[in-house]
């Protein structure tokens, strides 16, 4: 069977600026461990403040995943 390669894009908004981080890196490994997935490659870019809040920070990530089916 052939397999299936996705280039995705996660974004996560929260605060404080560390844990929003920290969620991206947790979202991206639950990801991987996942039955019949494989993620072959991430980029998760630096949390910045969100446009018009000074309170709230937003990232996110470039995800190429592998899929079985």
Known sequence: ????N???IFEILG????HVKKSMGSL????GTEK??????KK???PTEAKDS???FTTFSEVEIEFDS
């Open 1 to 4: 069977m052939e397999k299936i």
């Open 36 to 41: 019949g997935v494989k993620i072959l490659n």
């Open 54 to 56: 000074k309170t709230l």
């Open 44 to 46: 998760i870019h630096e």
């Open 15 to 18: 605060k404080p600026a560390d």
């Open 28 to 31: 991206i490994e639950k990801i």
């Open 6 to 8: 996705a280039i995705c």
